[in-house]
């Protein structure tokens, strides 16, 4: 190792040793916990337990549920966002004027801390003090219902996420050199076929970053769906099984095993972006 | 083929900046046409206002007589090369060639040949598979050309298209478009800022200078009698040498020399000032025992030599009046003489070649010399 490299190494060592400190250490430790039979309320009986939790986590149809309503949520959250945050980061990149106060604007949902977006929401939504069913027309319990429910949910992530979602894609916008969209226009494209064969194609590695950053973020919902519904009409998520595991049975060995099955989860969804999609996190150099 | 006329076009930006003064600019079919000047001078934005990426703020835009300043790029059939290429780097260079036919819903069928022949014409056919990004800067240049072509546009216009290649490559390329404009025949606008791809490429050249054109000609005329003083600096390198004059008891005063009046200038009256100019070639060097009429010639020391192969430059100063102690001036000599740096040449003044401006208005004055017969 070259004096230069071993400074490198040395430079990096306190930001390495603070994320084996909260990452890796958490991790292992969470592992370790999920291959012993470890329930805070009958400590007597614990001890090794090899894979007996994993089977019984994913022998449980309750895990299955769980992932099932995840993806539901992530995929119509993400999948909106994604629409809705491409229509503002266009608006925003050719706003004539105001730009710096739209964006300030349009960011503010994001400031917001996601258990008073949700509450803000819950009552929104309240049959009896809510302005929704006034506004609509309606007397639906919105919270009360399946569907509704992740209805309810999945407006609020999307309200909340959006401007996140756009800001990325604005970075990706403004990368989209001028002269390309020009040529475009002078060989006779439309604004449509513009934005579909010369924008969205240079624009794939900034969406494919932004879906996985929403992606990872939307499959760990917690605090939404915890504030809003507490798992309640069959709307739990992975992440509020494993609470309700860990905080609420108290049985350690069991959550662990959920926590480990969430953690392998957003790997694999991070593979797939990666290799599956072909993202490019690592800017690639012109030969 | 078009014939594409510029009415009275002016552009305007909001914060009050003048793009372009009014203008009103004819380009022949089928002629290759040339937009020179300095940058800032309006000349990219004459050719988008022609391709329509630019709306005029007044004028109009005519192709073959018809209107189309309101017209979209995609209803002009112009096709652009643009300075970067603006090659579409996720695309191949059979996809980039291809685009405008794409866009135009052709079918694969109809697209291939025409692609081929494309390809063929600019030497691209073994590239064809091959990303903008794994291209050389000549090979981008001409897949930007190509894909111009595939159309078969009514006009091509290039947007300083050779800026981006190295000095050899430039010239091969240069000599590569001239040949291409003899064989499509189509109408060529061509912006440049260099004055040498002007004289070398354009049959007809508009000089512009903060967005007002300051003489349209052929790139003899614009050299043997520029308009005025901007002109007769822009084009022609190295730079014509401009001294003031004044006309005194029949004779051309210079700072380093005295001329006697060309026959056409006896309308210029005594004392008037004049800014005149010498092209390098307008001076000749002679020997001392030379005889040539004495009061043309003049003795210089020799500040710095050019010496080009075909041709030598010397560098001198002379001594000035008033406001210029010196003025530095540059003249053409014989290779083959030998002139040293520091040692004093004896030059005279071929006084065929000189032009004389008005001093104030930098305008040139027609009484000026013509070749004698």
Redesign the interface.
Known sequence: MSREERLGWLLCAPAALAMVAVTAWPLVHALGLSLFHYDLRFPARRGFAGLDNYVSVLGSEVWWQSLANTLVITMGSVTIELVLGMALALMMHRALFLRRTLRAVALVPYAVITVVAALAWKLAFDPVSGFVNPWLGVDQAWLGERWSAFLVIILTEVWKTTPFMALLLLAGLTLVPRELLEAARVDGASAWQRFRHVTLPLMRPAILVALLFRTLDAFRIFDTVYVQTRGAQGTETVSVVGYETLMGRLNLGLGSAVSVLIFLCVVAIAWLFVRGLGLHLARRTEP | MARIELDDISKHYPDGTVAVHPTRLTIEDGEFFILVGPSGCGKSTLLNIM???TAPTAGEVRVDGRAVTGL???AR????V???Y?L???MTVAENIA??LR??GLDKREMEPRVAAAAKMLELDDLLGRRP??LSGGQRQRVAMA?AMV?EPVAFLLDEPLSNLDARLRVQMRDELARLHRRLGTTMVYVTHDQTEAMTLGQRVAVLREGRVQQVDSPRTLYEAPANLFVAGFMGAPTMNLLPGVVRGGVLVLPMVELPLPAAAGLLEEGRPVTVGLRPEAFVRVAEDEHVARERVFEARVERVEWLGADGFVHFEVAGSGDHAHHRLVARVAPALAVTVGAPVCLAVDADHLHLFDAHSGQRLDVTATRSP
């Open positions: 391709v329509g990426l979209d790029p995609r059939n112009m096709a652009m643009f300075q970067n603006a579409y780097p996720h685009f405008p866009m135009a990004a794994e894909r159309r």
